[in-house]
């Protein structure tokens, strides 16, 4: 057989290290890609001008664009055959993303543990991002379940490794250079500063957008994510193409420029869940909810621990159901830091 | 509150100055994806060398490309709360955008005027598209019927601005060193010169394209307008999602590349009404009449001023009813100067 | 009549040389659109330091994008009126195309023949694609049946040239500088060399991408190509839209990474037949079969002859039913060679 059928739970052991394939150089062209596919607006990606005056030589590549590459390299290896995205924790940004730069993944298993029922387990990894120069640009950790290809194949030593409920403060890192001494909260598009953020704060970010099939789609290829679930309509019973999870947390980070616009730079991911599956023709709106609130040692700037959910309706502010369960509405619950001007 | 419920009527004051948020850095990505949605051909803006032998230094980005950023811009200042957009003047391309330019727009209001119901009123502004080095590249005045927030706020005095009915030929600006004395007919695609064009004349470019919700989705978020009714389904009552007119405009303008390969750059927009809606599952078509002629200044440069009417449905070169109403199949109704080789 | 009403087949003589117009220059814009429309994982073409490592200075565009824009450049004077596009032959790429570089093309008529109903012909076109140094980048030669304007149009004598039924080996052009002995398997992603390819072996490339509206057409627009067919549902009876055969083509061409990552670069085009129309909703899947094997002057550099079948359903390796005709399922029956790591 010459095609890839995927790792199944048996072939993960602890320790082992995945180089996945296909680098992937990015430029300009993938920026004024997600300015197409998303409503982002966040300044400091949308101006090189903007982003000077905050001391970068000019606009990063969204932050997100570099969890989705990184997050694609690691499909084929790590989730063909999974049944489900877990869940993340660690995950901090360690550089920005420059036109030009070539990136690939690498992830080291760090856990294993088998389910109770024999015919699946979970798998934990550690995925780096490298550039071309093998400096890490982001790091991060998730955890699937992964089918066994063989049931009878024995049960790995369980191994849970442990894992940060949120990323400290002091382990964020500032990019280099980042000053936000002068920002220009007009051309930003709100005047709200770190200091005008209370902590328990919410934010209905009231704009909505009604996904179609061919947009997710052309987004989670331009990540080189290969999953049947989000092309193939013979993929899934019903016939439905499952959205890939990472759309909506850019769909829902766009959206949240309507009262974070200021909440720029994404450097940490503390946590995040994929509440409920996201279909063409759902609309996507989102609200948020100030978490923590740090400072930083980089002059102007601010941390806001922001908890970000999507939903597909419903009312906002709403997450669980009295069973504790996330109500059948809620798409995502994202936990991040992001940096704000003082 | 911390997000943006838009301007109401009674929040504008006369000579009002706005500097809209978010500057825009634009390049070749943008480039690339102007000529994945729509059918744009015109030699100047396809080919480097075709754009060097009329005296360019490379191809600068489509004219509309600029007008969509400056307007996408204007959008949570001036028309979030709008109910109508109701017509353009005055409008003129300053100087070309190159491929990393960065556009911001400010807008002053030069007019308002209650309406006899007390709950809306028109709001005129003069919009100006500004480079990184603060050169004009565009301005236009737009004027909108806005929604009253307070329908007991007082109406402000009425002022309205007289506008021109046509940019007088000797106020286009024709782009520094444009000169059409070599141009390549063959490869711009027709021989019809500026001479071969008469008053009066009218043209049917032939062709349509059906539209898709996903394109002119993708289309409008690229220029960061955030306008509800294009993304949202919620947003009306009949659950469509309104196609934002810039999209019919560009459409149209592609379009007549077949009868008007050769009227390469727009430079004056003299007035444009968006007559009927346009939803997803149109087929748009265009049609052109040839209303004025006039020479420039420039070696081998003429200028034509066209009507470029956009259809969905319907005869070509009917434009109004009995009744001097626009036709139920008129998309578009929009006068501008555009440059022409001799 | 200003607008191009295209050719008809009395409208082409014997020798007649057709300059294509629009010439178009593509740059990494061009690159990214590529990886968003479909998923294409060759990493030749997607890390520029991959690429060097492959002897070449970054990585060059996609060979299918030079094959689309040159193809999409000769539809207003070759296919405008075409009834079918009846075949390929004797394909070379004979240089990469580099972001940067202006791509125009040229058709010669190199065939004639009027078919017995004397209502269509078929003309046979040798194109070349040019670049901006009047560099050949690609020639192939098509085949379609046009038809007439008028009926009473005399017959031309019958040329039909002599085509080569597969580019010999000899005649591939290398890229200059080729080099697969510092090859990366694990970069990228199977570690099949061409001496573990037989002769005649078949592969199941597993996936599957349901296609949509909004997607084909805006490739083909990318491409410039304007035929009707792929854009207007008022063209064909039945209201739907024809999908370019070339998406097809790079379709499946991605889809073939799972099996054939290593079929780096696309050097001939043996032949090709898009066997069944394919429309919006279809979910293409693909397979190959090797045909041949051939050794060349490059280090480390063979060349594999592959058949690659485009299916909407059915059993894999299935072609022609028991009529010998093609089975209705499969959408395109492609012959070529590709470079591959010895």
Redesign the interface.
């Known amino acids: 057989m010459?095609?890839?059928a995927g790792r199944f739970f048996e072939d993960y052991t602890l320790g082992q290290v995945i180089?996945h394939?296909?680098?992937?150089?990015?430029?300009?062209?993938?920026?004024?890609?997600y300015?197409?596919?998303?409503?982002a607006?966040h300044?400091l990606y949308?101006?090189?001008?903007?982003a000077q005056t905050c001391g970068l030589p000019?606009?990063p590549l969204d932050d997100m664009i570099a969890f989705h590459i990184v997050f694609g390299k690691t499909v084929?290896d790590v989730s063909l055959n999974a049944v489900a995205n877990l869940g993340y924790a660690g995950g901090r940004w360690k550089m920005p993303v420059w036109p030009?730069d070539?990136l690939?993944a690498r992830s080291e298993v760090i856990g294993l543990k088998q389910n109770s029922n024999g015919k699946t387990g979970v798998v934990y990894v550690r995925t780096t991002g490298l550039n071309?120069h093998d400096e890490e640009v982001l790091e991060y950790v998730r955890w699937v379940m992964v089918r066994k290809g063989d049931v009878d194949a024995l049960a790995p030593e369980t191994v849970v490794p442990e894992m940060p409920k949120v990323v400290a403060p002091s382990a964020l890192v500032i990019p280099k250079g980042l000053d936000f001494t002068n920002y220009d909260f007009?051309?930003?598009?709100?005047p709200?500063r770190w200091g005008?953020y209370e902590i328990g704060e919410q934010?209905?970010?009231?704009?909505?957008?009604?996904v179609?099939?061919?947009?997710h789609?052309?987004?989670t290829?331009?990540w080189?994510n290969?999953a049947?679930v989000h092309?193939?309509?013979?993929?899934r019973p019903d016939g439905s193409?499952l959205i890939y999870g990472g759309h909506v947390i850019s769909m829902a980070r766009a959206l949240s420029f309507?009262?974070?616009?200021n909440a720029q730079m994404v450097v940490g991911l503390n946590g995040g869940a994929h509440a409920n599956p996201c279909l063409s023709g759902d609309?996507i709106r989102a609200w948020s909810e100030v978490l923590d609130k740090a400072e930083t040692r980089a002059p102007g700037v601010g941390a806001l621990r922001l908890r970000l959910v999507a939903t597909k309706g419903g009312d906002p502010f709403k997450l669980r159901g009295d069973d504790g369960k996330y109500l059948p509405d809620v798409l995502l619950d994202l936990d991040y830091w992001a940096l704000v001007p003082l």
């Open positions: 010459k095609t890839n180089d394939a296909v680098p992937r150089t990015v430029k300009m062209g993938e920026r004024a890609l300015h197409m596919l998303y409503p607006r300044a949308s101006s090189d001008q903007f000019f606009s084929p030009g070539t690939r071309q007009t051309l930003a598009g709100e709200h005008d934010i209905d970010h009231v704009d909505g957008v009604t179609e099939e061919a947009e789609m052309m987004a290829r331009l080189q290969t049947k092309f193939d309509t013979s993929a193409r309507n009262g974070l616009a609309t």
